[in-house]
């Protein structure tokens, strides 16, 4: 009978792929529906500080007419003219434009930058403490430079807003890839793995939930810096023009409609991002590489 070694003394690849890939069984199970119900219910529950300040909202303004503390139903009327005038639309176009791109460019460099750092001592040792320098300073503060270097337009907006996705996930990748133990390494030396095998198949596999933690940071920092970016100009034709025409206008109606808006799509981008990450095969090898196997024991 065949045992685990191959002619050169090294575990087979096939002894390999069935010792650290996630089993057959596994990906053919079907999630839970108390996993589904316990979600429904998470949000359930953190809705519930929104309900009640929505009430203290209502009853606070309930036949009372303040410029400075519109109710809530003036703040929604506005939000409902904004659609029927297709306002919003055009807003919500425009900014989702600009915060899918720098979202793309911000996760995919941050990423890159922090397999490679977590990845090779030299380069940590060299670049590291600058990124750590350089992610102290406020995002707003790069607006000026943002403006000599890359002028009034999208482009600006972009990159700060690339930014401001950059550097969760770097430090996440970063740290996640410092986190996996030596020994899944030293079995991947048994199996004969090159250097970039081991990165590809055990080292980032391994890393998946601090990955996972910096992707929805990235995407919560990079949506709560679009109005920064957008206010770079007076006009930008994004969500930041309902607040700009809200304050010229003195129509505190129009400020509190953009901030629900952005509130709101934020909200469900991070829930988004957070269910996405926790079905499917994502879900199952972040958990089976470090899950003991239930394999029996002769």
Not at 36 to 62: D, E, H, N, P, Y
Not at 106 to 128: H, P
Not at 165 to 183: D, E, K, M, R, Y
Not at 233 to 257: H, K
């Amino acid at each position: 009978m065949a045992g685990p070694l191959d002619q050169g003394g090294r575990m087979s690849e096939k002894s390999f792929s069935s010792g650290l890939s996630f089993r057959p069984e596994m990906a053919g199970q079907r999630i839970p529906r108390r996993f589904l119900r316990g979600g429904l219910f998470s949000v359930i529950k953190g809705l519930a500080l929104s309900a009640v300040l929505m009430a203290a909202w209502t009853i606070a303004t309930w036949n009372r007419h303040s410029l400075l503390f519109p109710s809530v139903g003036l703040s929604l009327k506005a939000i409902q003219e904004l659609w029927n005038t297709g306002d919003l639309q055009g807003y919500l176009v425009v900014s989702l434009r600009r915060y899918a791109l720098g979202l793309l460019l911000g996760t995919s460099l941050g990423f890159v930058a922090g397999a490679a750092l977590g990845s090779s001592r030299i380069l940590e040792r060299f670049f590291l403490p600058n990124f750590q320098m350089f992610r102290q300073v406020p995002l707003v503060g790069w607006i000026p430079l943002l403006i000599i270097w890359f002028g009034m337009g999208d482009l600006s907006r972009i990159v700060l807003i690339a930014m401001g996705a950059f550097f969760p996930i770097l430090v996440n990748t970063h740290a996640g890839l410092g986190q996996v133990p030596q020994s899944y390494l030293e079995v991947g030396d048994a199996f004969g793995l090159s250097r970039w095998q081991k990165i590809r198949r055990i080292a980032l596999p391994a890393a998946l939930p601090w990955i996972r933690s910096g992707t929805i940071l990235s995407l919560t920092f990079g949506w709560t810096i679009i109005v920064a970016s957008e206010l770079l100009t007076q006009a930008n034709g994004g969500l930041s023009d309902i607040l700009d025409i809200g304050r010229e206008r003195f129509r505190m109606e129009l400020v509190n409609a953009g901030i629900l808006i952005l509130g709101l799509l934020g909200f469900l981008f991070n829930l988004a991002a957070t269910r996405i990450w926790s079905i499917g095969p994502l879900r199952r090898l972040s958990q089976n590489i470090h899950t003991p196997s239930k394999r029996g024991t002769t």
